[in-house]
């Protein structure tokens, strides 16, 4: 096998290539990203992986193609879509290209070790990328060892980025920890927001159609709300979110369902109680799990759901009769995580 490692920066590649070498598989690191901007950025990443490639002594290609004209040319239509679209096809596509050229049997990226980005769209494109161009892919979910990843790139001093590399991602994570405080004119009092809530709900079954916003099955929610505690967060005497919580046994809990009332969605509110109810449960459980989707990845790992489990295939197909959609993707395989409910 000689295989070229499509890699988007050092911290990503630390897991990965450890892993690849256990297995006896020694990678060529390829770098060629012309999504990540601005140029200081794409050159303090770039920098980065050509001493942490050297220091390991790993074979390291770079292709240079800042390319922000070209990026912002084909994302501009579809920010939404950008990553499937433009910024996952484009470089692999080049790897591919490279790859073919230069004599090697497989590709592979390090895009794959991230719980940031979507899984399994990467490797469908690689897949068919790489048969295009008479390759294999090697396929890895190399999402178990991010966390490692990230804690050894950091003792090893490595460029830790704050965002994906685009500027649009740039410009989301500035506006989601920069929000402007409000100046009030003087002579202006402000009504005092209600104080908020967690209250346990005995009455489970009059919450149905608000859980059925967040898992669209009446026998799944029946298979599960029975044993499970069901927990509110209130704003004064108004529901806004809610959260149901199944002991599966004597240390480990499986948050099975939470969902926010559409008009107090993106505020912080699920955060807010899931937040409170991992602070509960610690007392008494070690490990909380949760099986979410690939788009709902991100939020779960900021709320410190950071190992990853298991996947378990074809779940939603094999256990829901009409399709299921978030956005454009169509959900198909159960994604699990857990958070240390110990660890501090």
Not at 21 to 36: A, C, D, K, L, M
Not at 178 to 189: E, F, S, V
Not at 205 to 225: C, F, G, Q, T, V
């Amino acid at each position: 096998m000689k295989l070229l490692l499509h890699t988007c920066c050092a911290p990503c590649s630390v897991y990965c290539i450890d892993t690849l070498r256990n297995e006896g598989i020694e990678p060529t690191v390829y770098w060629f990203n012309p999504n990540i901007h601005p140029y200081m950025e794409y050159k303090a990443r770039r920098d980065c992986l050509k001493e942490y490639t050297k220091s390991i002594e790993v074979e390291a290609i770079f292709e240079e193609n800042y390319g922000l004209d070209e990026f912002c040319k084909n994302v501009v239509n579809s920010l939404e879509t950008r990553c499937q679209d433009y910024c996952y096809p484009v470089r692999l596509e080049r790897t591919a290209k490279y790859a073919k050229e230069h004599g090697y049997t497989h590709i592979s990226t390090t895009l794959l070790v991230s719980p940031y980005q979507k899984h399994d769209i990467i490797k469908n494109l690689g897949e068919k990328i790489a048969k295009n161009y008479g390759l294999e892919f090697l396929y890895r979910d190399f999402r178990i060892g991010f966390r490692d990843g990230q804690t050894k790139a950091r003792e090893l001093g490595l460029y830790m980025q704050k965002y994906c590399g685009c500027i649009f991602s740039e410009e989301s994570r500035y506006y989601s920890h920069n929000n402007a405080k409000t100046r009030l004119l003087d002579g202006y009092n402000l009504q005092k927001e209600p104080r908020l809530q967690v209250k346990r709900i005995g009455n489970k079954e009059d919450y149905i159609n608000m859980l059925l916003e967040a898992d669209p099955s009446k026998n799944m929610i029946h298979k599960y709300l029975t044993n499970s505690d069901v927990y509110a967060l209130k704003k004064g005497d108004e529901i806004i979110c809610i959260a149901v919580i199944l002991p599966i046994s004597r240390k480990i809990l499986e948050l099975k369902n939470i969902v926010t009332k559409e008009e107090y969605r993106g505020k912080g509110y699920a955060k807010i109680l899931l937040k409170s109810l991992c602070g509960n449960y610690k007392q008494k459980y070690e490990k909380m799990l949760v099986g979410t989707t690939e788009n709902n990845i991100p939020f779960y790992v900021k709320q410190g759901f950071d190992k990853y489990e298991k996947t378990i295939k074809n779940f939603f197909i094999d256990n829901y009769e009409e399709e299921i959609k978030e956005g454009k993707l169509v959900c198909t395989d159960m994604i699990y995580y857990s958070k240390n409910l110990k660890k501090k």
